[in-house]
Structure formats: C-alpha cells, structure tokens
C-alpha cells in the first residue's frame, strides 16, 4: 500500500501562458442573448411606431369631433322644428276631425235608438200576440169545463 502511493508520481500539469487570447468564437449562449436583444429592439421600436400613430389618430379625432358637434347640434334643432310643425299641424287639424268623429256618433247613436225603438215594438207585438192566444186557450179550457 505505501509503495503504489510512493510510486504513483504526478504528471506535470499543461504550461500556462501568461497572454492570452480572446475567446475566438461565441458561446451559444452568448449568440441567442444577441439574437434576443435585436429582436428585443425590433419590438420596441416598432411599438414606438405604433404609438406615435395612435397618438397622431387621437389629435385628428380630436379636432375633428368640435365640427360634429356642431353640426350634430345643428342637425338636432332642425329635427325638433320639424317635429314641431308637424305636431302642430296635426293640433290644427283635430278640431275638424273631431267635428266629424262627433257627427257620426251622434248617427250613430240615432241609428241604434230606431233599432232598440223598432225591436221595443216588435216585443210588444209578440207580447201582445201571446197574450190574447193565452187568453183563447183559458176560455176554451173554461168553455170544456163549463166554468
């Protein structure tokens, strides 16, 4: 045991050099973090982009709402003088139409009183007419029965 641990003898390590070059080539490491970081830029950018357009479509938006208003507001008053006109011609026009819905309800009312009157009669007829055949019939009863 102690003569394999005497004779084993260590092999001289590499020589170092005290320069030293840069690494040649990339890790992959280092490769994607590059590609990440263009990628990364690209984005920004374009959502810089992005921004300022949405910023120059608010402005437009801006200055060009006050001129609908505007006009919206126009449009509006117009809509309500109109609806004002007709009502009121409509307002005009009622008492002719009411003249005429009264006139025929007062027809009305004539045709329907001769139509209960004429009924009233023929009912009194009939009352009549079953009256006297009632009578009829209790002299002929009384006639039989020699009461």
Not at 9 to 35: E, I, M
Request: glycine share 8%.
């Amino acid at each position: 045991m102690f003569r394999t641990a005497l004779v084993r003898v260590q092999a001289p390590a590499r020589a170092r050099f005290f320069s030293t070059t840069p690494v040649a080539a990339k890790s992959v490491v280092d490769t994607a973090k590059d590609a990440l970081k263009k990628v990364d830029r690209t984005v920004a950018d374009g959502a810089v982009k992005g921004i300022e357009v949405g910023e120059k479509a608010a402005e437009t938006i801006k200055q060009t709402i006050p001129n609908n208003t505007t006009q919206a507001k126009h449009q509006a008053q117009d809509a309500a003088q109109s609806a004002k006109s007709t009502a009121q011609s409509a307002a005009d026009s009622l008492p002719e139409n009411a003249q005429q819905a009264k006139g025929q309800a007062q027809e009305l009312a004539g045709e329907a009183k001769g139509k209960a009157s004429e009924l009233a009669g023929e009912a009194k007829g009939t009352k009549e007419e079953y009256k006297g055949k009632a009578q009829g019939k209790a002299a002929e009863v009384r006639g039989k029965t020699g009461v």
